[in-house]
């Protein structure tokens, strides 16, 4: 490259300026004017000539001096003949002339001899020499200055005086070396002090899990105590030769290394050292920095440190030192504290040292190529190897009563005697509902303190640092560490204008940054840190505390209206509770009191949450009776007639291990993190060529070292890691306004990739509620022709069981409960009468007419294992009881007795399904005038044994208004759509018909088997025919060369081919999964994110655990957002899944467009440097604040706010930022970039007006770079590189199919246009204040007037430049301004029509052709 430049510059074989001109030939020496006579001492001032004779008369008090001037005393004149020698130390006594005001013009200039042709000039202007005389570096009409020199005339030419020396043995040195060797001695002795008290501190670590295992405790007076526990007893960890445990990149995920320190006196003497240390590096910096610019010692640059050369010298020996320092300690900063402490025994320790394994989630694969796999492969190893991935937390142990516990991640951990390490605990109280109901007395106050004290008060506190201290957090980072040090080199290299406004950017960003996350955390907290006052039973007596003193076994009253602050279940009366803001679902929950039988009881499982409540929901309403089989007498005495016992406290709660989960997130890698590393390497990489052309090209020395560190700052852009984040920023934003809401942002870009849509139905798909659609009798095992609409013409006992067999609530006059019993008891006409305080009785409800009675004695709430539910009811006029077993029609089917079910019962049920009817089943027993108690005491299996089928139930589920378009454009934008619900296989494949899902006229094969072990019996759902081999049907391919048939599995289906391994080769072909448990679904999306990124949206409840196992989640509920999933939308539309993806690719498209912007930045900054460090050239420095401000990043900012475009595209944006596509653009631009600005040199070099007045920077201080800008060449690489900079944000503008066409992001249209104005009206127009701003076209006002522009005076520092002007003629300035709008023009070329456009698209396909395509195919 540089012998490109250098045949560019000149034909002759040497690159020297001004050596030939356009033709080739020698290039004569130009006149210099302007230029400043020297000193004439004479021996008299007689001797001197006309022009410079000193005043012939000096004023009364005043006398003539040796320096040519008046002064009232000679004694403190300095005679600058003298050069700053004594009177006695020079040959002969000469007095000054005085300064000559006028200037010279020097004919011929030749900067090797330009001292000598001055004087010869002066000499002349003075009469000295005959102004006929030829110049004669001998002889210039004085003789040269000398110390013993007796001539009647010399030059005041005085010698230079040397530069001062720094002896590095001054007091200041000698300080600093004993500072630091202070330093290093305290620190070998600290850590030899430090390593003898250790030795044997490997043996005293101990490990615990976070997930402990459960070991029966002793028996507490009136329930089983059962402590979890971890330690090395219960964790099987390999140890290590001597007992020792080994470090923490050796342990499993989820196992805690523990380590106890206790406070050193000298540890913390040595601490408080550091952290001097630490702001000493930084404040030797600003002292080196301000003695540049003499702010030190009065003003005098370099009064500290010397001269120039020193001063460097130092800068750069401190610089590398004080940031091995800072990386040091920003890489230590959790550990620091503890290394300065003495480590010991867990029991003995002020502060135990957490250490665990931090995993890391890649939420994409399969987008790596050969290199980011080398680098990952690399990086792993460096993980391994140094244990990169282990995070440290210093915890505070204290004492409560007689247990020393610490606290981490909001979990206490209690030391054990018996292991001598920390153990988190908890209590199971039973695991069924009479073992749970024995726990109804309480706790006693001593038992209390006791759980508490192990397992804590029941309130999470979370910290909020003030907002300095959480900026400091912010700052002491690597990414801060890299700006900061590079804004050292800024300000030292008297770029300080530029630094000031990058820290201006950079501190506004990160305070921004800070106050985003100090507002999220307040939100948080606000969230966790709840608290209230409860009665609680204590001592056998009901008192008032707070709920932070609750523990497991309290039993605590409910009312109306509180929030639970706790996981309970409920021993007493019924509680109607809004869980919307644990679980999303919308519809209060109906929590019935636990049954005297030995039911199994277990907290997460779905049979169980009919008794359950949990912590952050609230209570709308309470109903009591006394517990199952009791008086209720006590209610009368003050009872409390709802009554909870207290299962778990704290972040044993469901909702505390949401918080948990809020403020301890898992950390996830999306595929552009990945390869956002390998692009800094290589981006460093480059930065590493330009700092050694650098230093190659400005000659070696300490100058080219800031050359060079400066051309590497600007390849590594600082907010080169900003511009990813901001496309998230700006999608969430307008997510926000479409009632999106995402607490995630990293999840945005991963919205951008999705590729397989996962749906709920019912709520989602479909409307909220089911509309009755009527009621199919079957009796004698036949059933009825049609449908009864009205039930009150059904038969008695069906009336009552439609009336009883649900689990709804009145709630002041709303019916509250499943959507589809609440519908269903709404046609039945009867209504909820108020309780009788009857042990007996459940519910009592009333027929329309008020004529029947009846009573619901047993219920058995639904349960998603076993798809049904079941009620015993008396009716009060005849005392029968009757029971009542409702579910899905396989399930009651099954359930009935064989002779009672028709024959087509099946097929009947399944036609309505085809219907698209929601099907449910009843089945009836009548047990006769059976005593209640010995109906209370029969269990579920016996009541429904023997029950006949009585009727069908139908419902109708109607598509939502938009759901139907959501899902067509859901697949124009290449996005799989898959249906995952509880309801039948039959009503599911309808919906999917009627949406689009599934095409039309495709044929479905549905697979069912009764059980997970049974085999699966394929079907053809129209046909009802049985289909032995579904294969052929998988091979028979349409135009698309998809098959033509599509798969629907029921639950126990879906299980089974889990369970064989068959599912992967299915699934890309199975549409429907039916009759999904919430575990189901959660498989169902793992199984999916497998192959592809996968979204998931349904309306919380049941679904609210696949939300949160998928890609992307997003919750059709006015929940609140951060405890439901990732994303919620309160539209419950799935039109909101359509905006996700839009914004999402909108997003990524950005974030790569900011990106690419900053990277074309570093790029062409590079080169501008490096073509101007040939040159020996600097641009202006308004140029470098134009450039590093209002084209960095105004314009990065306005790239960002393209508009998202109005529809999903047939692709989605590449996350790939070493893509083909993502490197074609950037380097393309870039060699476009690079030929137009040769180009541009090649035409400035090919001006006969130009040649031999180049720039000759012989007689320039190379360190003085803003005098390096006043010349031809600097000025074409400014404008030139200008447009290039201002035009990069036009070219990552197009929007390409993801964002709406380039003309509607306003305020970059606004930005890039004036912009563009400016630097075309400062390329074009004449010499102006406005161009010598930037100091182009311009030049010393008498030289531009001169060359016959008539400028007023031009207000601008003295031209460095030989001709005192670089006013490019009119033709080349519009020449110059054409190749830039052509570079322009064929940059915006390139980008549109071959990285996006057609050519583009034609090497991608032919690529594919190949070699292959190597992404997976999807039929939509």
């Not at 140890?239 to 080994?246: A, D, F, K, N, W």
């Not at 979990?411 to 695991?431: A, N």
């Not at 052309?693 to 560190?709: A, E, K």
């Not at 199919?776 to 038969?795: N, T, V």
């Amino acid at each position: 490259m540089i012998n490109l430049l250098c045949g560019l510059k000149y034909s002759a074989p040497t690159c020297v300026a001004n050596s030939v001109d356009a033709a080739g030939n020698t290039c004569p020496l130009v006149d210099r004017s302007g230029l400043s006579c020297p000193v004439l001492c004479v021996r008299d001032f007689s001797n001197c000539p006309d022009a410079l004779q000193p005043p012939s008369k000096c004023a009364a008090d005043e006398q003539l001096c040796d320096d040519g001037a008046c002064h009232r005393s000679c004694d403190a004149v300095e005679n600058p003949c003298l050069c700053g020698l004594a009177a006695a130390d020079v040959g002969a006594t000469y007095k000054s002339c005085p300064v000559y005001a006028g200037t010279v013009t020097v004919q011929h200039y030749d900067p090797s001899v330009k001292q000598e042709q001055i004087e010869f000039a002066c000499a002349q202007e003075w009469g000295l020499v005959s102004s006929n005389a030829t110049f004669d570096r001998s002889d210039t009409g004085a003789a040269v200055w000398a110390a013993n020199e007796t001539a009647s005339a010399m030059w005041g030419d005085c010698p230079l005086a040397q530069d001062p020396e720094l002896t590095f043995t001054e007091s200041f040195c000698l300080a600093f070396y004993g500072i630091i060797g202070a330093e290093v001695v305290l620190y070998l002795l600290w850590h030899v002090y430090k390593s003898i008290r250790e030795r044997h501190a490997a043996r005293m670590r101990r490990v615990c899990s976070q997930s402990p295992t459960t070991a029966a405790g002793e028996q507490p007076l009136m329930e089983k105590d059962a402590k979890v526990q971890s330690g090395t007893s219960s964790i099987d960890i390999p140890m290590s030769i001597g007992g020792s445990v080994p470090p923490a990149s050796r342990l499993p995920s989820g196992v805690l290394l523990l380590r106890g320190f206790k406070n050193d006196v000298a540890g913390t003497l040595m601490y408080c050292l550091t952290l001097l240390s630490t702001a000493g590096w930084i404040v030797l910096l600003a002292v080196i920095v301000s003695d540049y610019y003499g702010t030190v010692r009065g003003g005098v640059a370099y009064g500290l440190l010397a001269n120039s050369n020193t001063s460097m010298a130092v800068f750069i020996f401190v610089w590398h030192l004080a940031a091995v320092w800072l990386i040091a300690m920003v890489a230590a900063k959790r550990r620091l504290r503890n290394y300065f402490r003495i480590e010991c025994a867990l029991p003995m320790a002020n502060v135990v040292q957490v250490e665990e394994r931090e995993d890391e989630v890649i939420m994409t694969q399969g987008n790596q190529n050969r290199l980011t796999e080398l680098v990952s492969s690399v990086r792993d190893a460096a993980v391994r190897r140094f244990g990169l991935d282990i995070v440290a937390e210093s915890c505070a142990a204290r004492l409560a009563g007689r247990h020393r516990y610490f606290e981490y991640r909001c979990t206490r951990y209690v030391l054990s005697d018996k292991t001598g390490s920390f153990e988190c605990h908890s209590f199971v109280l039973g695991d069924t509902h009479r073992s749970l109901l024995e726990c109804r007395d309480g706790l006693s106050t001593a038992e209390a303190q006791e759980r508490q004290a192990r397992i804590g008060e029941n309130f999470i506190g979370v910290f909020v640092p003030s907002f300095p201290v959480g900026l400091m957090q912010e700052l002491f980072s690597f990414f801060y560490l890299y700006q900061l040090m590079t804004m050292w080199v800024w300000f030292y290299f008297n770029y300080y204008k530029m630094a000031l406004v990058q820290m201006g950017v950079i501190l506004i960003s990160a305070n921004i940054k800070v106050f985003i996350r100090l507002r999220s955390e307040r939100r948080i907290k606000g969230l966790a840190e709840r608290r209230n006052r409860c009665r609680v039973r204590r001592d056998g007596a009901w008192v008032e505390l707070d709920t932070a003193e609750l523990a497991p076994g309290d039993v605590v009253a409910v009312e109306a209206g509180m929030e639970v602050m706790c996981d309970g279940c409920v021993l007493q009366g019924e509680v109607v509770a809004d869980e919307s803001s644990l679980t999303g679902e919308a519809m209060p929950v109906r929590k019935l009191p636990l049954k005297r039988d030995d039911i199994a009881y277990d907290p997460q499982s779905s049979s169980s949450k009919a008794y359950s409540v949990y912590s952050g929901t609230r209570v709308l309403q309470c109903t009591g009776t006394a517990y199952a089989g009791a008086a209720g007498a006590g209610i009368e005495g003050g009872e409390p007639q709802t009554q909870v016992l207290v299962l778990r406290t704290r972040t044993g709660t469901d909702k505390g291990k949401l918080i948990q989960r809020i403020l301890f997130p898992t950390r996830y890698s999306f595929v552009l993190d990945e390869q956002l590393r390998v692009a800094i390497l290589i981006l460093l990489a480059y930065g590493g060529v330009g700092f050694s052309l650098s230093i190659w090209l400005m000659g070696h020395d300490l100058t080219s070292w800031l050359y060079g560190t400066f051309v590497l700052s600007q390849t590594l852009p600082p907010l080169l890691p900003a511009a990813l984040v901001i496309g998230q920023s700006v999608a969430a934003d307008r997510l926000r306004r479409q009632h999106i809401y995402c607490v995630d942002l990293p999840r945005i870009l991963c919205a951008a990739k999705v590729r397989v849509f996962l749906f709920d139905k019912t709520g989602t798909l479909t409307k909220e509620g089911l509309e009755y659609y009527g009621v199919q009798q079957i009796a004698a095992g036949q059933i009825a022709g049609e449908q009864q609409q009205d039930m009150q013409q059904l038969p008695a006992h069906l009336q009552i069981g439609f009336a009883a067999c649900h689990a709804v609530a009145d709630l002041d006059g709303q019916l509250i409960g499943n959507p589809v019993d609440v519908e269903q008891f709404r046609q039945t006409g009867w209504r909820i009468q108020a309780r009788r305080g009857d042990a007996h009785s459940l519910d009592t409800l009333t027929s329309p007419d008020g004529r029947t009675t009846a009573h619901v004695v047993r219920r058995f709430e639904f349960e998603h294992a076993r798809q049904s539910m079941a009620v015993a009811v008396q009716d009060a006029g005849t005392g029968h009881v009757h029971v009542f077993v409702k579910g899905s029609f396989e399930r009651i089917g099954q359930l009935a007795r064989g002779g009672s079910v028709p024959a087509d019962y099946d097929a009947t049920a399944a036609a309505w399904a085809r219907r698209g009817c929601y099907v449910l089943a009843l089945a009836h027993r009548d047990l006769g005038a059976a005593d209640l108690g010995d109906v209370g005491r029969m269990t579920r299996a016996q009541l429904e044994a023997g029950c006949d089928l009585a009727s069908l139930l139908l419902f109708r589920n109607n598509l939502k208004e938009d759901t139907a378009q959501a899902i067509a454009e859901l697949r124009r934008g290449d996005t799989r759509t898959v249906m995952v619900t509880g309801d039948t296989a039959m009503t599911a494949v309808y919906v999917a018909r009627e949406c689009g899902m599934v095409p039309e006229n495709s044929r479905v094969l549905l697979g069912e088997s009764k059980t997970p072990a049974d085999e699966i019996q394929w079907t053809d759902v129209d046909t009802r025919e049985p289909v032995a081999d579904i294969q052929p049907y998988l091979t028979e391919l349409g135009s698309d060369g998809f098959p033509t048939t599509e798969l629907a599995v029921g639950g126990a289906a879906f299980e089974r081919l889990c369970a064989t391994g068959e599912i992967g080769a299915l699934l890309p072909s199975i549409r429907v999964f039916a009759r999904m448990t919430p575990g189901g679904k959660v498989e169902c999306a793992k199984w999916h994110m497998r192959y592809a990124v996968t979204a998931m949206c349904g309306d919380g409840g049941n679904d609210t655990g696949a939300l949160r196992a998928a890609h992307v989640g997003l919750a059709l509920s006015d929940a609140e957002a951060s405890i439901v999933s990732p994303f919620s939308s309160s539209r419950r539309s799935i039109g909101a899944c359509v905006a996700l993806l839009r914004e999402g690719r909108s997003g990524l498209a950005t974030s790569f467009s900011a990106f690419k912007f900053l990277v074309n930045y570093a790029t062409t900054m590079s080169m501008l440097e490096i073509v101007q460090f040939y040159f020996s050239v600097i641009v202006p420095q308004a140029v470098w604040i134009m450039v590093d401000s209002i084209i960095s990043v105004g314009l990065l900012l306005a790239v960002t706010q393209a508009r998202t475009a109005r529809r999903l595209a047939a692709s989605r944006p590449t996350a790939r930022l070493l893509g083909a596509h993502t490197l074609a653009s950037i380097w393309g631009q870039t060699a476009i970039n690079y030929a137009f600005l040769y180009g541009a040199m090649a035409l400035l070099f090919a001006q006969g007006w130009f040649r031999c007045h180049e720039f000759d920077s012989r007689d320039i201080d190379t360190s003085l770079w803003w005098l390096l800008g006043d010349n031809y060449e600097a000025e074409v690489i400014s404008i030139v590189c200008l447009f290039q900079f201002i035009n990069a944000a036009g070219v990552y503008n197009y929007g390409y199919r993801y964002r709406r066409a380039w003309a509607t992001n306003y305020l970059l249209v606004l930005v890039y246009a004036a912009c563009l104005a400016v630097v075309s009206a400062v390329t074009l127009a004449d010499p102006n204040r406005f161009g010598c701003l930037f100091r182009i076209n311009c030049g010393n006002t008498p030289t531009v007037r001169a060359l016959g522009y008539g400028a007023a005076s031009l207000d601008v520092s003295d031209y460095n430049s030989p001709i005192g002007h670089n006013v490019l003629p009119r033709r080349f300035r519009w020449t110059l301004w054409g190749l830039c709008v052509a570079n322009i023009a064929v940059c915006l070329a390139y980008e549109k029509l071959v990285v996006l456009g057609p050519v583009g698209r034609r090497v991608k396909a032919w690529w594919a052709a190949r070699h292959g395509d190597r992404k997976l195919r999807l039929k939509l």
